[in-house]
T-cell receptor, first 118, second 113 residues
Framework: GAVVSQHPSRVICKSGTSVKIECRSL??????MFWYRQFPKQSLMLMAT?????????EQGVEKDKFLINHASLTLSTLTVTSAHPEDSSFYIC??????????????FGPGTRLTVL | AQSVTQPDIHITVSEGASLELRCNYSYGATPYLFWYVQSPGQGLQLLLK??????LVQGIKGFEAEFKRSQSSFNLRKPSVHWSDAAEYFC???????????FGTGTSLTVIP
């Protein structure tokens, strides 16, 4: 199946700094990627849909100026948490839709990035 | 409105016992259904999926799920649970475009010796 990677797997930063998380599709081209946030012992909440070459679509309640998404190529989407605060500490997971064949209806998930803001 | 309900927040079973995790969905179109497993601090691993055809689908690690349209359910089953199956399980429903994905709140599985 399709493989999605994330980097870094863990990051600790100081309050007020910015952090960039990368999501890559390793063996396929993903025109659409998704960013989710997961709080401890809770489900995944979709933050935004990242479309290659165009602006991301944010879910209601997600601050687009705080969570900057860039999908500059067909294999890379980045999420930048700007001016991070402790409440931004969470597990961030990306996924990518493989448009090929029957897998077009499936999202492939990255391993996640644990962000801790001190 | 689209939604996924996993009624059981936490389930404990003995190793070797059978397992059934419940999932009910509400979706306005043809549902594409998935079960994922997540170990602590890890990403999601796909167990199985249903797009069409046979309503009983087989997945990895000995799991299976049955799609019942009349009950709007997609319950996950395993005949004999192993200690390594302890994890968080998420049911999800997606659109035929693959863009809209809705997750249930998850069921935490504990396996006791």
């Amino acid at each position: 199946g399709a493989v999605v990677s994330q980097h870094p797997s863990r990051v600790i930063c100081k309050s007020g700094t910015s952090v960039k998380i990368e999501c890559r599709s390793l063996d396929f081209q993903a025109t659409t990627m998704f960013w989710y946030r997961q709080f401890p012992k809770q489900s995944l909440m979709l933050m935004a849909t990242s479309n290659e070459g165009s602006k991301a679509t944010y879910e209601q309640g997600v601050e687009k100026d705080k969570f900057l998404i860039n999908h500059a190529s067909l294999t890379l989407s980045t999420l930048t948490v700007t001016s991070a605060h402790p409440e931004d500490s969470s597990f961030y997971i990306c996924s990518a839709r493989d448009p090929r064949g029957t897998s077009g209806n499936e999202q492939f998930f990255g391993p996640g990035t644990r962000l801790t803001v001190l | 409105a689209q939604s996924v309900t996993q009624p059981d927040i936490h389930i404990t079973v003995s190793e070797g016992a059978s397992l059934e995790l419940r999932c009910n969905y509400s979706y306005g179109a043809t549902p594409y259904l998935f079960w994922y497993v997540q170990s602590p601090g890890q990403g999601l691993q796909l167990l199985l999926k249903y797009f069409s055809g046979d309503t009983l689908v087989q997945g990895i690690k000995g799991f299976e799920a049955e799609f019942k349209r009349s009950q709007s359910s997609f319950n996950l089953r395993k005949p004999s649970v192993h200690w390594s199956d302890a994890a968080e399980y998420f049911c999800a429903v997606g659109s035929n475009t693959g863009n809209q994905f809705y997750f249930g709140t998850g069921t935490s599985l504990t396996v006791i010796p």
